[in-house]
């Protein structure tokens, strides 16, 4: 045999081999791109999924705290309406008993005692009432002029003290009468009742204000 039918036939195995590779290579399955992008559309939906999902929880919170802070308002609202009514309410009360004036004392105002008016002459009645004398009687004008001014209705918001004799608390004087408030003999009887007590005569306690500027 001579080379080149030789070389003919290795050109031609050669070929051959090329051919046959082509062909393997066009049966091998092509790796699968459309099941990959199938998952990785999946994987986003889901993705896409939890984040609304997320995001409806996050709305979700958010009208609850809401809803509570309104509730709270409301609740704050309605106690204040509330409170702002309480306060008309005592404020027109106030007023109210402002204008009708003190209780009228229903007791005897002695001759002795005609100088004086109003509260005064209340207190006077019932000082000698209380078997006190005039004399008395002076000192206890000057007690409660510097105490009250014989004010009725005489208040000191820093400590409570309240009416003509200053009770501290004032509802002290409601022993002698539910209309405290209102009413100069209630008071002036109670403080009477107080200084007897405490001070034996009106002298005697208005001795210890000079000196302790309280009684």
């Avoid at 999946?42 to 509570?68: F, G, P, S, W, Y």
């Avoid at 009887?189 to 107080?194: A, E, I, P, S, V």
């Amino acid at each position: 045999m001579t080379r080149i039918p030789i070389r003919v036939a290795s050109i031609a195995l050669l070929l051959a081999g090329l051919a046959g590779g082509v062909y393997l290579g066009q049966l091998r399955p092509a790796p699968s791109t459309e099941l990959d992008a199938a998952q990785v559309e999946i994987a986003d939906m889901q993705l896409l999924k939890d984040r609304q999902n997320e995001h409806a929880a996050a709305r979700a919170r958010q009208t609850v705290a809401e809803n509570a802070a309104q509730q709270k308002a409301a609740a704050v609202a309605r106690a204040a309406a509330a409170d702002a009514k309480d306060l008309e309410q005592s404020v027109k009360k106030a007023k109210a008993a402002a204008a009708a004036g003190p209780a009228a004392f229903t007791g005897e105002i002695p001759k002795s005692c005609n100088e004086f008016s109003g509260s005064r002459a209340i207190g006077c009645a019932l000082t000698l009432q209380a078997g006190f004398g005039l004399d008395q009687f002076a000192c206890l004008n000057k007690l409660w002029a510097k105490e009250s001014g014989w004010n009725y209705r005489a208040e000191n918001r820093s400590s409570g003290a309240y009416g003509i004799p200053q009770s501290l608390p004032g509802s002290k004087m409601a022993a002698f009468g539910a209309d405290w408030k209102t009413n100069p003999a209630t008071q002036i009887k109670w403080g009477l009742d107080y200084i007897k007590k405490r001070y034996d005569t009106p002298c005697g306690a208005w001795a210890h204000s000079e000196k302790y500027n309280n009684y």
